[in-house]
């Protein structure tokens, strides 16, 4: 069965430090991997993908398959990256998102 | 475009009604998903269609039909609620099918069953 896990509820640094979010899943194939971010009072969205290896808002995802992870990382957080910040993965037409991560950044 | 539209925003049942949670997409997107999110356990999948007159279980679909008869709409019933459906249901859109691409979001459903 299909299983992400994100270890840590919350997540707290002061801004300009860097923040590394983490995901774990489990899956035996070539799996398709996401994050998605909800701001306050916003929908939820798309960040960013692992097939498109692009850097979004300074965010980046690197997918390890060895240890079976997705973390999502930046150099220096902002204020505005406080979020809710969910991975996903999507398999045979069916997405499956992990508990998610609160990020505080404070200043 | 409107996105990905979701109806009510708020309802309150009591335990047996049955209602309708409302989706409709104007992106002519092949995709669409229902979803529940509960504290601390991120979002699961109730079910998904991948086009008109196509739908399928997600995770957690008991108690919970769909109908896919149109592109554009999506609508999730409710047949008798119990308070374990007390939720935020999000309806999610996506443009393919075969490789789905970005899950476009309705704004939710705060539900409450008493």
């Known amino acids: 069965a299909q299983r992400v896990t994100q270890p840590e509820k919350l997540l707290s640094v002061f801004k300009g430090a860097p923040v590394e979010l983490k995901c774990n899943y489990s899956?035996?194939?070539?799996?398709?991997l996401f994050w998605y971010v909800q701001y306050s009072r916003q929908r939820l969205q798309l960040l960013l993908r692992h097939i498109s290896r692009e850097s979004i808002k300074g965010f980046t995802a690197d997918l390890n398959k060895g240890e079976t992870s997705f973390h999502l990382k930046k150099p220096f957080a902002q204020e505005e990256d406080s979020a809710m910040y969910y991975c996903a993965l999507f398999n045979f037409n069916k997405f499956y998102f992990g508990s998610g991560t609160k990020l505080n950044v404070k200043p | 475009n409107a996105g990905v539209t979701q109806t009510p925003k708020f309802q309150v049942l009591k335990t047996g009604q049955s209602m309708t949670l409302q989706c409709a997409q104007d992106m002519n997107h092949e995709y669409m998903s229902w979803y529940r999110q509960d504290p601390g356990m991120g979002l699961r999948l109730i079910h998904y269609?991948?086009?008109?007159?196509?739908?399928d279980q997600g995770e957690v679909p008991n108690g919970y039909n769909v109908s896919r008869s149109t592109t554009e709409d999506f609508p999730l019933r409710l047949l008798s609620a119990a308070p374990s459906q007390t939720s935020v249901y999000f309806c999610a859109s996506s443009y393919r099918s075969g490789r789905v691409g970005e899950q476009f979001f309705g704004p939710g459903t705060r539900l409450t069953v008493l």
């Open positions: 899956y035996s194939g070539s799996p398709e």
């Open positions: 269609s991948v086009g008109a007159g196509i739908t």
